[in-house]
């Protein structure tokens, strides 16, 4: 059933056109954990379309603190018996994803997904058949599309200021030479691993930009002395004429571009990290003017050559904006569009990750088969 058809449905929930005012989302936050602290009780708290209820806190009161209007759930079925709770954002440890957001899927709510998605294709697969069946909303915090540099990346793709593209790199790297104790991220058990921290990140930028690509040939490795999962990979992306090219890793010092674009009329290279994340943990407002402005030190460098002269020009970079996905998920709610991530778009994440797990293994390229839209 299409975001309209559910809306519709939801006749009390509906946008009151006729008098401008718009009910605002009850929302209920999963886990107060590194997203929930840095990313979604901010967002959420400083949104006027979200009134931010409940917090899942198992032990201490860290939320209630930060939060004092907000009441502090110790159970996922707490939360859930709460009538008033029409949203829940699912942002525990991975591998938890698609048990519990069925869970609430089941209790008649809508759901955000922390990213990844869930752990494979079949099982993101079924939520998105139960969130049909039940009629409620179903999307996934990949939140990067939201990032400045890669509005701004975007902006030069369709600008065609290139050329025809060739070759597009992205990279997302970091220094962390240590292998974190008592994490769930540091174990093969729980499902973790760089790939589906990282990775979905940019798979999620590759297919925004480009669609999904005919094959994917990958190499995944463990850097780090002691490591239990990947924390190193090489994806490549095969298009008709192009190839996207996703690498990160946990031991890089000093990282070079974080994208570079070659075209037949020049080259597009930026370095730097999106500023946002760092402003969220300051406890910067992300209403506050000047948000996700990036200093021109940052800017990236667009390299052309006219009449035989090398030309060298920076672009400024474009706003970054996360609160965009949640203005999403209210436009979804309310007036009946389509959710800021189509759940489909997410589980083609996955299924990109699975051919990636699948081309390591097999020291092969491998072609995708049962793409979605």
């Known amino acids: 059933m299409g975001a309209e058809n559910i809306a519709r449905a939801l006749t009390k ?34 949104h006027a379309g979200f009134r931010l209820k409940r917090i899942i806190q198992r032990t201490g009161d860290d939320a209630k603190q930060a939060y004092p209007d907000v009441s502090v759930s110790r159970s996922i079925e707490d939360l859930l018996n709460d009538p008033e709770i029409e949203l829940v954002v699912m942002n525990t440890p991975d591998k938890t994803h698609y048990d519990l957001a069925k869970q609430c899927l089941e209790a008649g709510k809508h759901v955000v997904v922390e990213k990844p998605m869930t752990q494979t294709v079949a099982q993101a697969e079924d939520l998105i058949e139960l969130a049909a069946r039940q009629q409620r909303m179903l999307t996934v915090f990949h939140n990067r599309r939201w990032d400045g540099d890669f509005l701004t990346v975007c902006k030069v793709v369709r600008s065609n200021v290139l050329g025809r593209l060739v070759e597009f790199e992205s990279h997302y790297d970091r220094y962390r030479n240590f292998i974190q104790p008592n994490t769930w991220k540091e ?9 589906f921290n990282l990775g ?11 669609g999904m690509p005919d094959a994917v040939t990958a190499h995944l490795r463990i850097v780090r002395p002691g490591g239990d999962v990947d924390d190193w990979y090489d994806i490549r992306l095969h298009y008709a004429g192009l ?4 690498r990160a890793s946990y031991l890089v010092k000093e990282p070079g571009p974080r994208y570079i674009l070659h075209g037949s009329n020049g080259t597009f290279f ?16 992300p209403q506050s003017p000047g948000w996700g ?11 052309t050559e006219k009449d035989g002269v090398t030309q060298n020009v920076k672009l400024q970079t474009l706003p970054g904006n996360y609160n965009a996905f949640y203005d999403g998920v209210v436009d979804c709610l309310r007036k009946g569009t389509e959710p800021p991530v189509k759940p489909v778009e997410a589980a083609n994440v996955i299924r990109i990750v699975e051919a990636a797990q699948r081309s390591n293994r097999q020291r092969a390229t491998i072609e995708v088969r049962g793409r979605g839209e």
């Open 13 to 46: 929930d509906t946008l009151k056109v006729e008098s401008g005012i718009m009910k605002q989302v009850v929302v209920g936050i999963a886990s107060y954990g590194m997203s929930g602290q840095v990313f979604h009780a901010p967002l959420l708290s400083h």
């Open 187 to 195: 174990r093969s058990k729980d499902g973790a691993g760089i790939v």
């Open 200 to 210: 979905s990140h940019m798979i999620d930028q590759a297919l925004v930009l480009f």
């Open 243 to 246: 190839t996207a090219l996703l």
């Open 270 to 285: 930026k370095y730097g990290l999106d500023p946002q994340e760092e402003g969220l943990k300051r406890g910067m407002d």
């Open 293 to 303: 402005v990036e200093s021109i030190e940052w800017f990236g460098t667009l390299v």
